[in-house]
């Protein structure tokens, strides 16, 4: 039996038949030839062999992971079944597990990794830029960083939320036992981690000099680095597409007697809306790069204007999906902010369909503005009005999550936890960020914004101010419940403070060194921004540290102290806080029924006693 | 709701508001006289002026949001937080929501975007396009007479040719003071943007694309140029600094061009909006 | 050995493992060619310095990963290297001899077939003193364009007898002399480049070795 | 995270799912991935008309670039009959008439998989290639991965019929043995109740999500070959 388990489906089988894989696939690749390839000899791109070998590397990594089981069982005739029984064990979260707690932690440590490893990019970009000059980063490693950090933060962060916490949430907080699809939600998660290792090996292929955004015909152009990112982009869209799918069938199907959809938890929302987003935009980005994957073997002209193709396409196909990414960004931490604020100000959540048309409003609007990211560009410059006015019509539904906030805030009694910290700073970050887009959105003043410093700050304050401080806040808030173990506050609140500061002393100059003429994504710049840089650097460093502040604490608690947390630590009224920490493998064991209110907090009369919880499910007999 | 409590939040309401209004009537002068005029990217050229106007009444627009925002922020975490050591377990007041001011907040919201939604296609018309690229057919130009720039992007430099002047090409950019300019932006392989810093400038050159631009320059000085759209190894060491001369000095500039690089201008294509140069992809 | 000593072990261990991890990436990314440090002659008229290059149409197995690819080499001290970032000296003349094996390719924008920024204002192409030729018959061009440098290079016949191979190619073999003189001016850090697409298989011409230092774009250090 | 890895439920409280749970998710989940689809292909449809609008150079379609007009009817009219097959045997199998599900859904499959050899014919006898210009690239790009869906799909309607298949002997109470579901005797599997219970949900879902992809089709041919 264990030696069973040691040869069965696992990850190290995965990763085993994943470079048995990409070499079979590479040799593929090297047996094609043809004259549209004929450029493969003159040139020493293997980009057909590169792609080959990437596609079945995944699929033997998904195969030693187990994945074709079921597939194939299904083919013979066997028949469905809902989900494996949960091995129990450390095992489970090795390799391929559907249980949905299980891989919201997988997603969890996963995606940390990423998020780190992104981070560490934007440290090195940073030590890059102290002096005006090129010092650091031989040859073509500047631009590779800038990439790597660029792409590696927008691939992950996409799921970033939506990854751990609501696969962790969503079923627990409708009352559902599981998601929709179990499969696919763990198919998810390990087509994530195959894309990421596929995006480190580009510095073995000499990078790639494109940014996130790979613009065409630069990316047809480039080495064969470029296929990582390409590779890479289509995965994650892929899987950000399943992600979307399974979580919009779980909060239609899966919700219990009594969850109506007037009373889904804020929370819920905000990942619905965005899973909508990530259901459909998606596609739109992988269809595309599939285009420029031919155009770079086939030698198709889709976005080369000398047999017929246009750079036009490409930009507007990339924003197309682009412009929903960057709200599949912004919407779940609004969830979060939202979700978290009543506990801590002990209030209702105010305006509670103001917030969830909030939230769809601008899940629906971010499909009509793609193109301000192309007023300079030339293209269809007299709808560019339009494209204004749209833009700026976003700040309306944003503007209903800030009052909706504000309200929350009102009269509440407010108790400063870490938690309440990361969202208050949220409200701050995201305003700064929003108050930055206007000038974006507006055409005269894009002018000298667009391109420069100005928009990379405007939408970092946007991601990192407000989703990677909703990403620590959800962390602070719901460890506890996910672990069982408490983190300490101390550190976690140390951890605010030094994040918060050195964030803005970080992204705030540089909204003004954008402002004074500082083009993004180049090595050099005027020697009259060198202090300002400097400055900038420096305050970069220190909100690297708070991350360390953070693993440290993350380490400390979990490993050493190990404190139990109880099964209400902040004594919420929401249900998942009404099971044991951590959730039993079930979540329930008679699906609960749901009272009308989803945020009973409050008092009616000022001599009111503490009220109770609106849910009181059966607990699991342990 | 009891009174007394009723009382203490219209009292905090009132606060909340008088400061609002108080810290408005600081800021709004100091944004109107001391950093409006201040903004990028200066007011030596028609693009420029025009940012700069259109920066203030921004910052205008925002300013008493902004200041909501933070006060309220500000003052109900002073004002509602629980104190360290206080035992009171009681909740929050169990307010879910507030009609009026609802429907405040969505019309001023509303009348703001509204308002700079407009405005600022106003100002991109009146402005011609207030630097900007405006794609072949721009619809807001100048009346009167132009003077053509063409600007071509090409792995990594910018070339500059001018078709009143035979289509002699330069690897300056030298410019006539008081003279309305319109730029024909160009590339030549990947995307580059020709961005003017000082002029207030910034139109992207596509392949096989013609991308306008319009501005004027008031008084004489340099100016630098970058490019801003990621396009290769080189993209960082892609700028160049332009001058702006008098007529006569431009008059004695360009014709020492065409002299010093008779050489090559024979080989020249004749001067066109866009140009699709041999060797053809892959050839090299 | 107790949970406790188990759990410190466990945390130091993957401390070192993303350590090691880490210094790897960061020692890949600083990895590179070294500078040369090209020597300065001290005659009569002053300083000045001897810069002797050639470009070749494939650089071959033997010097580089990307055999097929176009690439400058220089000669340190009689021996061809494929280096291409050198320290040169401030407000001096450099004398340039480079030795072109490459055939013709042609330049994208004919402009640039005109050389600029010279000492005395041309070049000599096999002793021939020039400034500019014709663009379709250019192989590759020198160019610093921060020190407003840019020199043509002519490029070989195509039907020329004993055409060269992989690099190093010596005089022997069918090829263009180009010499040239430029004046280093005041200190900084200049990335030269070639202009022409002479990358092969390439969109445009000008990916691969256009875009990888080490090939067809180096830096100038001068100091 | 030793509670995580250790924590047990006692299984004999849990109550088993409703059945008609999995029909309901995989109806939703057939539109929602027909919706995906459709945004998929939406990008070659924009692409298409973009750039026949730009025509840049006149290298649109250059002279002497055909479709093969026949071989595409063909194929759009294999994947419409195929199409229509499916509803018929859905509707067949909601009645209870399993053997005449079985009969419809192989005419369908067969039908299916012709439209995809039908395609390979195409790419070997068209007579373009990929650098002759945008349309050729459109062509050649968009009939290919419409082609990879139609293969996706196909597979599904396998499965659908391998099961029906495989327990034509049994009634609706078919029960399959432990573990049989997941293919891994040592990952116990809890399966459902009776596999025929689904068949009829996922021949239905099966059918829209065949349905859309084969309007994508007609599209498809409408698009590359008639205008």
Redesign the interface.
């Known amino acids: 039996m264990k030696l069973r388990r040691l040869i069965g489906f696992n990850l190290l089988t995965a990763v085993i038949l994943g470079v048995i894989g990409f070499y079979v696939g590479w040799w593929l690749g090297s047996l094609f030839t043809s004259e549209s390839v004929a450029y493969l000899k003159e040139s020493n791109q293997h980009d057909i062999s590169l792609f080959i070998g990437y596609f079945t590397g995944v699929l033997g990594f998904l195969v030693g992971l187990g994945f074709a089981n079921y597939p194939v069982q299904r083919m013979l005739g066997k028949p469905a079944s809902l989900r494996e029984k949960e091995t129990q064990g450390k095992t489970r979260y090795l390799g391929l597990c559907t249980d949905h707690k299980v891989v919201g932690l997988q997603y969890l440590i996963g995606i940390g990794a990423f998020i780190f490893i992104g981070g560490l990019n934007a440290m090195l970009i940073r030590y890059e830029l102290i002096t005006p000059n090129q010092h650091a980063w031989n040859g073509n490693n500047y631009l590779t960083l800038v990439g790597l950090h660029g792409t590696m933060m927008m691939g992950m962060m996409t799921s970033g939320i939506l990854g751990p916490f609501a696969n962790y949430l969503v079923p627990i907080m409708i009352g559902a036992r599981r998601m929709a699809f179990p499969r696919i939600e763990a198919l998810t998660f390990w087509l994530l981690m195959a894309a990421g290792a596929i995006l480190m090996t580009a510095i073995a292929f000499g990078g790639f000099p494109t940014g996130w955004t790979g613009y065409a015909p630069l990316i047809d152009q480039a080495n064969m680095g470029v296929d990582a990112y390409i590779a890479f982009f289509a995965i994650v869209g892929l899987s950000m597409c399943l992600l979307g799918l399974n979580m919009v069938a779980t909060v239609i199907t899966m919700r219990a007697p009594g969850m109506t959809w007037g009373r889904l938890p804020i929370f819920v929302w905000g990942q619905f809306s965005t899973a909508i987003l990530m259901l459909l935009a998606p596609p739109v980005l992988i269809s595309t790069l599939l285009m420029v994957m031919l155009d770079r073997t086939a030698q198709t002209g889709f976005f080369n204007d000398q047999i017929g193709g246009s750079s036009y396409l490409y930009e507007n196909l990339f924003w197309f999906f682009g412009h929903p990414e960057v709200y599949i960004l912004a919407l779940p931490g609004m969830g979060i902010l939202l979700e978290i604020l009543p506990v801590f100000t002990r209030k209702p959540l105010w305006g509670y369909k103001l917030a969830v048309s909030g939230l769809m409003g601008i899940a629906l609007l971010s499909w009509l503005v793609w193109q301000h990211h192309l007023f300079m560009s030339g293209i269809n410059a007299d709808l560019r009005p339009f494209y204004m006015l749209s833009t700026e019509l976003i700040s309306l539904p944003t503007g209903f999550i800030f009052i909706c906030a504000l309200g929350t805030l009102w009269a509440g009694r407010i108790r400063l936890t870490s938690p309440m910290l990361f969202c208050l700073a949220w409200l701050f970050n995201f305003l700064i960020g929003g108050l930055s887009g206007v000038f974006l959105s507006d055409v005269p003043s894009d002018v000298t914004t667009h391109g420069s410093f100005f928009s990379m700050a405007h939408f970092h304050y946007t991601i990192m101010g407000a989703l990677l401080f909703s990403f620590f806040g959800g962390i602070y808030f719901w460890l506890p419940k996910m672990t069982g173990i408490k983190l300490n506050e101390r550190l976690a609140k140390a951890h605010f403070w030094v994040m918060f500061i050195s964030f803005n002393c970080t992204f705030g100059p540089l909204l003004v060194i954008g402002f004074l003429g500082m083009p993004r994504r180049a090595v050099t710049y005027a020697g009259y921004l060198q202090g300002a840089n400097t400055w900038v650097s420096v305050s970069a460093f220190f909100l690297g540290g708070s991350m360390l502040i953070f693993i440290f604490n993350f380490v400390w608690s979990l490993v050493f102290v190990r404190e139990p947390a109880g099964d209400n630590p902040w004594n919420s009224k929401s249900i998942e806080w009404q099971l044991p920490s951590p959730v039993p493998v079930h979540n329930f064991d008679r699906i609960p029924t749901f009272g009308p209110d989803p945020y009973p907090y409050g008092n009616v009369g000022s001599d009111a006693v503490p009220s109770m919880p609106a849910v009181t499910p059966a607990r699991p007999t342990q | 709701m009891s009174s007394s409590a009723a009382d203490g939040n219209r009292r905090h309401a009132l606060r909340i508001a008088a400061l609002t209004v108080i810290a408005t009537a600081i800021a709004l002068p100091l944004v109107i006289l001391v950093l409006g005029p201040n903004m990028p990217p200066g007011k030596d050229t028609t693009a420029g002026v025009s940012q700069v106007f259109d920066n203030t009444v921004l910052l205008v627009v925002m300013t008493p949001f902004t200041m909501f925002i933070l006060i309220f922020i500000l003052y109900s975490v002073l004002a509602f937080r629980v104190r360290p050591g206080d035992n009171d377990q009681r909740d929050g007041a169990a307010i879910r929501g507030h009609m009026p001011s609802q429907i405040v907040w969505l019309a001023t919201t509303t009348a703001a975007v509204l308002f700079l939604a407009i405005f600022g296609s106003a100002e991109l018309l009146a402005s011609n396009g207030a630097g900007g690229g405006e794609g072949p057919k721009p619809i807001a130009k100048p009346s009167g007479s132009v003077f053509q720039v063409q600007v071509i992007g090409q792995q990594w430099e910018f070339t500059y040719r001018y078709p009143s002047y035979g289509g002699v090409e330069t690897a300056q950019l030298v410019l006539p003071v008081g003279q309305e300019i319109e730029f024909h932006v160009t590339s030549l392989d990947a995307v580059h943007s020709f961005w003017a810093y000082e002029l207030g400038v910034k139109a992207d050159a596509n392949p096989g694309v013609d991308n306008v631009a319009f501005v004027k320059v008031k008084k004489p000085g340099t100016f630098q140029i970058r490019c801003a759209e990621l396009c290769g190894l080189w993209h960082g060491y892609m700028f160049d600094t332009g001058r702006v001369v008098s007529q006569s000095q431009f008059a004695t500039w360009i014709a020492g061009q065409q002299r010093t690089f008779a050489g090559s201008q024979q080989y020249l294509p004749k001067y066109s909006l866009t140009y699709t140069p041999d060797p053809q992809d892959r050839a090299g | 050995m107790s949970v406790q000593a188990q759990k410190i072990a466990a945390v130091v261990a993957g401390v070192l493992a993303i350590g090691v991890g880490i210094g790897a990436y960061v020692t890949f990314l600083t990895g590179g060619p070294t500078p040369y440090q090209v020597p300065v002659a001290n005659t009569a008229s002053g300083k000045s310095v001897n810069l002797t290059l050639q470009t070749v149409a494939t650089i071959g197995p033997k010097l580089a990963p990307n055999d097929a690819w176009v690439s400058y080499l220089i000669r340190e001290n009689g021996v061809w290297h494929r280096s291409t970032v050198w320290t040169l000296p401030a407000n001096t003349v450099v004398h340039v001899t480079l030795y072109n094996y490459d055939g013709q390719s042609g330049l994208r924008n004919p402009f640039l077939s005109q050389a600029r920024g010279l000492v005395g204002g041309s070049f000599q192409l096999n002793g021939k003193s020039m400034t500019s030729i014709n663009p379709d018959v250019a192989s590759h061009t020198f160019a610093i364009p921060g020190l407003g440098l840019i020199v043509p290079i002519m490029g070989v016949d195509g039907n020329a007898k004993n055409q060269c191979g992989d690099a190093p190619c010596n005089v022997s073999m069918a090829h263009e002399t180009i010499t040239f003189s430029f004046n280093t001016g005041k200190k900084g850090h200049y990335r030269w480049q070639c202009f022409v697409p002479c990358a092969l298989g390439f969109l445009y011409g000008f990916g691969g070795p256009m875009q990888t230092i080490g090939y067809m774009d180096g830096f100038v250090n001068v100091v | 995270?030793t509670?995580?890895?250790?924590?047990?439920?006692?299984?004999s409280?849990?109550?088993s799912?409703s059945p008609d749970?999995?029909g309901?998710?995989l109806r939703?989940?057939a539109h929602?991935?027909s919706?995906?689809?459709a945004?998929?292909?939406?990008?070659?449809l924009?692409?298409y008309f973009?750039?026949r609008s730009?025509?840049?150079?006149g290298?649109?379609r250059p002279k002497g670039v055909n479709a093969p007009v026949t071989l595409g009817t063909l194929i759009a009219v294999a994947v419409a009959l195929s199409a229509i097959m499916t509803f018929a045997a859905a509707r067949k199998l909601r009645a209870g008439d399993r053997s005449a599900f079985r009969s419809l859904g192989v005419v369908a499959l067969a039908l299916g998989l012709a439209a995809v050899v039908l395609q390979i014919v195409v790419f070997a006898t068209v007579g373009f290639?990929?650098?002759?210009?945008?349309?050729?690239?459109?062509f050649?790009?968009w009939s290919g991965?419409y082609m990879v869906f139609v293969v996706g799909t196909m597979?599904w309607l396998?499965?659908l019929l391998?099961?029906?298949?495989?327990?034509r002997g049994h009634g609706a109470a078919?029960r399959?043995a432990p573990g049989?579901?997941?293919?891994?005797a040592?990952?116990?599997?809890?399966?459902?109740a009776s596999?025929i219970s689904?068949q009829s949900p996922g021949a239905d879902a099966f059918a829209f999500t065949w349905g859309v992809l084969a309007g994508i089709g007609v599209i498809t041919w409408i698009i590359l070959y008639l205008i």
């Open positions: 995270m509670e995580l890895a250790h924590h047990s439920t006692d299984y409280v849990v109550e799912e749970v999995m309901r998710n939703v989940g929602l991935w919706s995906a689809t945004f998929f292909f939406v990008a070659f924009f692409t973009y750039l730009l025509n840049n150079h290298l649109w290639g990929p650098t002759d210009g945008a349309y050729a690239s459109v050649l790009a991965f597979y396998e499965v391998a099961t029906s298949f495989r327990y078919a399959p049989e579901a997941s293919g891994d040592h990952r116990m599997g809890d399966d459902i596999p689904l």
